[in-house]
């Protein structure tokens, strides 16, 4: 199957500071890629649609000023979280979809464990 | 009301047991629907996608009923490897997946 690869898995940083995570499809093109979050014991929480050469849609409560999306090419999205804080502590994932339309399979990195101290 | 509603679980079975999860989801809209597997501090793998005729694969089975809004997926012949969280996942449009709480496996010997 497809693969993408995310990077950093985990990372650990200063509270104030900014962490970019990089999403890659290594073997397909992906013009649409999803950020999610997930707290602990909780589920995948959609945080904002990633569209290749245009801005990205953010779900209702996501503030698009602290999660910068770039999706600069098919192959890569990046997630930068700015100004950091211990809440934001969390593990983030992306998914890109094939192209096989509702039915495709969504392929998911390997997911970045933030902590923030 | 979430949009996609699993029991939490965790359901603890002996190996070799038969299992089921059930998972109800509210848009009526909703076009396609998977179950996931999770592991811990991993990403979610795709398991299956379920099918209105039932599908099955192994000793996995899913069922999926669309008047009742309705989705399940049994496990038959539990193996300890099978110890995970289970999502259901509901493709809302445009593949954007809503992915239910999870529901936790462990499969005792």
């Known amino acids: 199957g497809a693969v993408v690869s995310q990077h950093p898995s985990w990372v650990i940083c200063k509270s104030g500071t900014s962490v970019k995570i990089e999403c890659r499809s290594l073997d397909f093109q992906a013009t649409t890629m999803f950020w999610y979050r997930q707290f602990p014991k909780q589920s995948l929480m959609l945080m904002a649609t990633?569209?290749?050469?245009?801005?990205?849609?953010?779900e209702q409560g996501v503030e698009k000023d602290k999660f910068l999306i770039n999706h600069a090419s098919l192959t890569l999205s990046t997630l930068t979280v700015t100004s950091a804080h211990p809440e934001d502590s969390s593990f983030y994932i992306c998914?890109?979809?094939?192209?096989?339309?509702?039915?495709?399979?969504?392929?998911f990195g390997q997911g970045t464990r933030l902590t923030v101290v | 009301r979430k949009e996609v509603e699993q029991d939490p679980g965790p359901f603890n079975v002996p190996e070799g047991a038969t299992v089921a999860f059930n998972c109800t989801y509210s848009?009526?809209?909703?076009?396609?629907f998977f179950w996931y597997r999770q592991d811990c501090r991993k990403e979610p793998k795709l398991l299956m996608s379920v099918y209105s005729s039932g599908n099955e694969d192994g000793r996995f089975t899913a069922q999926l009923n669309r008047a009742s809004q309705y989705i399940s997926l049994l496990i038959r012949d539990s193996k300890l490897s099978d110890s995970a969280t289970y999502l259901c996942?509901?493709?809302?449009?445009?593949?954007?997946?809503?992915f239910g709480a999870g529901t936790i496996l462990r499969v005792k010997s």
């Open positions: 990633s569209n290749e050469g245009s801005k990205a849609t953010y």
């Open positions: 998914s890109a979809a094939g192209t096989g339309g509702m039915n495709t399979e969504a392929f």
């Open positions: 996942v509901v493709n809302r449009y445009g593949n954007k997946l809503v």
């Open positions: 848009n009526s809209a909703s076009q396609s």
